[in-house]
């Protein structure tokens, strides 16, 4: 199973000339004018446009947020990278002339996804916040003498970037981040850390996964740790720059996310190729933009994947009082001059109703009055943090408890 990954690099290179050849058939044909055989020509285009979508990509999508509306004044966005190391980049959406706003380090996922994913987030958060993100780096583009990345690694890695942005900043964490972001929350007001975050958001977040378990939960609990690593941990393969580091492959994990859905998955390419044979180009962008960013895979450094799945899903750690950072255990209680908000949605089917909210009774250091918790009617996983319920119901308490905060 460990050169599975090998294999299958293997087969994407080889089949690549198709890809390329369909590419190129479907540019030609579409400089023959229309109303010559458009039926014929449409189910071509069609076929063609599939034959040369059939592949993952391994590289970031574009952000693609250029201007944002601040107040009644649309300004320009740019992407500038304040900090590096060779696992993340602190991305800083700096917008032109604008107010002072307050700072907000969004904290992505290391989830099978690019950063990308939060792209809608992102943008919502422009309208009343100075914006920086954790964008990660793909593992199989890192070199193996670049050292290992789990769970210690990726909260160092907030504890520096929160130093970098300075006092005062905000902290919001979606999904599974929430007990990194807890734990270096915890570990920096410790520490009296003068860079520690004004406010703390976890948006459906596996802080104790002992509380209503999903499917999810379960799986990561109905097999011992080594079957994990026997199964799931490939080497990365050797046309990669991080050619032989361990890591869970981002496209075994899209295939799980694809097995759970396949017949809506499988019924979107079919409406795909007649929308594109009919020429609905509207329609067609519209499937093709969502699978762009659906198949942009990026894989997991294997000690994350497996630490996360131990400690996080298996153990519990975090909510006993027995996770630890650099060897140091990590206490919320430790948590004061902070305010705490965590979001659950009612439909979540990933974190359910419970798991982020008992970071409130973790940090019991945390004053009443500076704690909100906000389920939202209605919304599943990805509702907590994209779409309308997002922009209209959950962004306005978020924007007025940072605010409120800062």
Known sequence: MSMMYQAYQ?????????????????????????????????????????????????????????????????????????????????????KENSPE???????????????????????????????????????????????????????????TFLDQLGPRAHMVAICQPS??????????????????????????????????????????????????????????????????RQVYPGFVQLTAFVSMNLERHIKQHIDLAGHLAKGEKEKAETIKTFYDEYFAVMDLPAEFYIETIRDVFQEHLLPQGKLTYRGRPVNPASIKKMGLMTVEGEKDDICSIGQTLAAQDLCTGVRAYRKVHHMQAGVGHYGVFSGRRWNTEIYPLLRDFVHVNS
Not at 63 to 77: A, P, R, S
Not at 108 to 135: C, N
């Open 179 to 244: 007990v990194s972001a807890l734990a270096a929350a915890a570990i920096m007001s410790e520490d009296d850390h003068p860079a520690r975050p004004a406010t703390l958001t976890l948006m459906a977040g596996p802080i104790d996964t002992r509380i209503l378990p999903t499917k999810v939960n379960e799986f990561a609990k109905s097999k011992p740790l080594k079957w994990f690593e026997d199964n799931l941990i490939n080497y990365v393969p050797i046309q990669c720059k991080g050619a032989f």
């Open 10 to 94: 293997n087969h994407m290179d080889l089949t690549g000339p198709w890809r390329i050849g369909a590419a190129n058939a479907l540019k030609y044909l579409n400089l023959v004018p229309q109303g010559v055989s458009d039926r014929l020509f449409g189910r071509l285009a069609a076929a063609l446009e599939l034959i040369s979508r059939t592949s993952l990509t391994y590289t970031r999508p574009a952000y693609g947020i250029d201007k944002v509306l601040v107040g009644n004044q649309e300004l320009e966005v740019t992407e500038e990278v304040t900090y590096a190391t060779p696992f993340g980049s602190l991305l800083h959406f700096k």
């Open 101 to 159: 706003q307050p700072r907000l380090l969004l904290v992505a996922p290391m989830s099978g996804h690019f950063a990308t994913l939060l792209r809608g987030t992102v943008k919502t958060l422009l309208q009343d916040h100075d914006v920086y993100i954790t964008d990660w780096h793909n593992p199989r583009d890192i070199p193996r003498d670049q050292g290992k990345f789990g769970l210690d690694e990726y909260t160092e890695h907030l504890i």
